[in-house]
């Protein structure tokens, strides 16, 4: 049995890291050898791939339009989402569950049946081809989310905790700031997290919306790498790996604070 559990393990955790990998002995690796059968480790390992990112492109905009989009939608989802959260949960809000269920319906509309109505809003407010257009676009369908899931948290929390704030004489601001939160701060940065993975991976809206550097974000500029007649694989996978390099690392520094909201939220749920 723990024979077949180690084979078993062994063979998903190939399916899952053999792709990544793969991609990281593609970057390391010059044009001549990308076109090679069977095709082998590079020898020996270059760097140019991820030099001939930046060389010529701007390759730099991308990542600072990445971020800004990623950050901005981020906190946008959090400021609504959590008071928004709170209230339908918490307070005496007349059909909150209704209201939650429809924000979860939103979120499971597809997002290109939706590029259209949101291309005439974005033009219609003068903000096509600005940052401020794609964190619209992006919290339309990162917000619902937000508010799911930690709508889940709030439900969950001891009557007592209220009751003790109240007696201080506490608001119902002052609980949701100083009580509410801080108990559940592993959900906010698990929101948080799943909220800029989103908005940072986003396509769709990104080449929708966009049509010049000043605002088109990383996936947009990885998909214009390729010429007319060439596919440089070796840079597509060095700007891949770059491109994904922000969000592995705050999943790396958070993932504690991650595991302990999705558990948290599994436990409550």
Wanted: charged residues 10%; hydrophobic residues 55%; aromatic residues 12%.
């Amino acid at each position: 049995m723990r024979r077949t559990t180690f084979l078993f393990a062994t063979l998903v955790g190939a399916f899952l890291l053999l792709p990544p990998l793969w991609e990281v002995v593609t970057s390391l690796k010059s044009p001549l050898e990308l076109g090679t059968l069977p095709p082998l480790l590079p020898h020996p390992p270059t760097l140019e791939p991820y030099r001939a990112v930046f060389r010529g492109r701007p390759f730099g905009r991308y990542i600072v339009n990445s971020a800004v989009v990623a950050i901005a939608t981020t906190l946008f989802s959090l400021l609504l989402g959590a008071p928004a959260s709170y209230a339908l949960t918490r307070l005496r809000v007349r059909g909150g569950s209704a209201i939650l269920f429809g924000f979860l319906g939103v979120s499971m509309i597809p997002a290109v049946s939706l590029v259209g109505p949101l291309y005439l809003a974005i033009r219609s407010l003068g903000l096509r081809d600005t940052w401020w257009g794609l964190v619209l676009a992006d919290t339309v369908f990162v917000l619902p989310l937000t508010v799911w899931v930690l709508a889940t948290f709030f439900r969950g929390l001891p009557p007592d905790l209220e009751r003790a704030a109240r007696i201080d004489g506490a608001t119902a601001l002052e609980t949701f700031l100083y009580v509410a939160l801080p108990v559940c701060g592993p959900a906010v940065a698990a929101a948080s997290i799943l909220a800029f993975i989103f908005a940072w991976n986003e396509f769709l809206f990104a080449l929708s919306f966009t049509s010049s550097q000043a605002a088109q974000t990383v996936p947009v500029g990885i998909a214009l790498f390729p010429g007319l007649h060439e596919m440089p694989w070796g840079e597509i996978a060095a700007g891949s790996l770059i491109g994904s390099s922000p969000v592995l690392l705050l999943v790396f520094l958070f993932q504690r604070r991650v595991v302990e909201g999705v558990t948290a939220g599994a436990v409550k749920g």
